[in-house]
């Protein structure tokens, strides 16, 4: 079965433009989870999605915002891209049974010039 | 204030030995704790889990402990092979693995010697 998969792998913006990343979960899963990682640093959550629903929200500004289609998949936009947006965006996707843990993508490395 | 501490940035361990990785945290209302290994230019990938109700999970080389009451748990890799080098994340839930937000510590970089 596939995994997670994001696209882009790698994109680089300059300061002030906006960005979409999109996310396709584990068959099956119909939870969406996006997290931030700067170097040196561990995942910090951004938003989670199910049922097309926001479930959740991190300590991010309003330039940060997500959404969930019928098939599961997932985009997140960044408007007013600054320098410190330059991280590894991982997107997690997860059953919704409580117990179960999510599982992530490889990530899209997202450089602001 | 960080709710989720790996205090060892690195460790080197012999090929065969015994790694042990330590993470403490400082919510009690942390139900659910998992360990995720990420190679360089990969995601994180699930290690291993453990739910609040128990002390002990095993699985194959790897064995996750959770102390309450001393807000600690680790997780012990025996024995230890040159495939095992990556960095280790410790991550905790208030909602169950897959509800919720997940918050991480900062890693453990570890390094299995031949």
């Known amino acids: 079965d596939a995994g997670v998969t994001q696209s882009p792998t790698h994109l680089i913006k300059t300061r002030g433009q906006q960005v979409t990343l999109r996310c396709s979960p584990i068959s099956g899963h119909k939870s969406v989870s996006w997290y931030q990682q700067v170097l040196g640093q561990g995942p910090q959550f951004i938003f989670q999605?199910?049922?097309?629903?926001?479930?959740g929200r991190g300590n991010f500004p309003d330039r940060f915002s997500a959404r969930q289609f019928p098939n599961y998949s997932s985009e997140l936009n960044v408007n007013a891209l600054l320098l410190g947006d330059s991280a590894l965006y991982l997107c997690?996707?997860?059953?919704?049974?409580?117990?179960?843990?999510?599982?992530f993508g490889d990530g899209t490395r997202l450089s602001i010039l | 204030d960080q709710q989720v501490k790996q205090n060892s940035p690195s460790l080197s361990v012999q090929e065969g030995r015994i790694s042990i990785l330590n993470c403490d945290y400082t919510n009690s209302m942390f139900d659910y704790f998992l360990w995720y290994k990420k190679y360089p230019a990969e995601g994180p990938t699930f290690l291993i889990s453990?739910?609040?109700?128990?002390d002990k999970n095993e699985d194959g080389r790897f064995t996750v402990f959770l102390n309450k009451s001393a807000k600690h748990l680790s997780l012990h890799i025996v024995p230890s092979q040159p495939g095992d080098s990556a960095v280790y994340f410790c991550a905790a839930s208030e909602n169950g693995g897959s509800q919720g937000n997940l918050i991480f510590g900062k890693g453990t970089k570890l390094s299995v010697k031949p």
């Open positions: 997690a996707s997860s059953p919704r049974d409580t117990n179960q843990p999510q599982h």
């Open positions: 453990i739910s609040s109700i128990k």
């Open positions: 999605y199910y049922e097309k629903e926001e479930r």
